[in-house]
């Protein structure tokens, strides 16, 4: 006995950056964004704070899913940067939603759903749980160099959230890391120890695009083969595949690399840019949102991120989910 999804949630900010906007800030385009990545606009915080957005998140999952904070018996937020060195944003999330259950972070950057909803498959088959809250959320802006044309195009703010009760609709799931700091790579950026030898790095995203093009193209197909066979199932049995919406050209060779038919690929990577770990549960989401999804659908899901990570897996979709928040 492992989990079912039992409702979604997102959270987005609200002012949408659009690529023309971007065109006046370093030299680029509408044209080569669009033809490149996909991408036609973002959302970026102004008024937003992570935690209002991890909040939020949570709260719209928790009503789609018709559970109570105090039922939740943890809350996992998988971020790269939370509001806080320390508390954890997942005990932010605790407080501001009213829950009193034990509450962690994980970072495997975009993989980071995906990885939370492993740890999450342990609980349950410990037995030690019945209902978790998983939220995720990233906050790039704060963290591209603007001045970057090749990086700060590419990401937008926002994400989404789960919860998890008892079930059996998590088919199979897989998480890999292949430690490199080179490609894609976020310093921490300041030290206050007068003590330390070493020089400080700004604290913006490096990446090495064409590196990380081809380990995600690969990855990606690698990845949800292997889940899918993991579970039993052939790439005929998947109704949908929900990717991280890093590049719409990696989600096509993805989808040619597998045989599994394009419109199978939900895509929102138009609206949100890379949202990092909040990608595929902001996807999901609005998948289920829009009707999409129904009760014994099978969905392949995958991301991939620095580490270099990935993680994949298939679930039954509960049809559980209450109407649309
Ligand atoms: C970043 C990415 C879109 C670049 O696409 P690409 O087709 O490989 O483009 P290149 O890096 O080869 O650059 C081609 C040209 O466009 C230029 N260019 C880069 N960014 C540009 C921009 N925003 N606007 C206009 N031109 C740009 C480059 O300088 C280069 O010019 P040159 O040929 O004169 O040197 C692509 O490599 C990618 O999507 N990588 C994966 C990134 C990713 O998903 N990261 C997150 C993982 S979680």
Sequence with gaps: MSFSILGTGKAVPEYVMTNDELSGMVETNDEWIRTRTGIQERRICKGETLTDLTVRAAKEALQNAGVEPSQLDLIIC?????????????????????????????????????????IADGYFVRKRVRYVLIVSMDNLSNIIDWKDRSTCVLFGDGGGAVVLGEGDDLLSIDITTEGNDQVLRIPHGSNSSPFYEHEEERAVLHMAGNE???????????????VIAQAGLTEDDVDHVIPHQANIRIINASAKNLGIPREKFFCNVNHYGNTSSGSVPLALDEANHAGLLKKGDIIAMCAFGAGLTTGSCVIRWSGNAKDPV
């Design 212 to 226: 990380v093009y081809k380990f995600a193209v690969n990855a990606m197909a690698t990845g949800i083969k292997k």
């Design 78 to 118: 998988s971020t790269m940067r939370g509001e806080n060195v320390t508390p954890s944003q997942g005990a932010v999330i605790q407080k501001e939603i009213g829950a009193t259950c034990a509450a962690f972070d994980v970072n495997a950057a975009c993989s980071g759903f995906i990885y939370a909803l492993d």
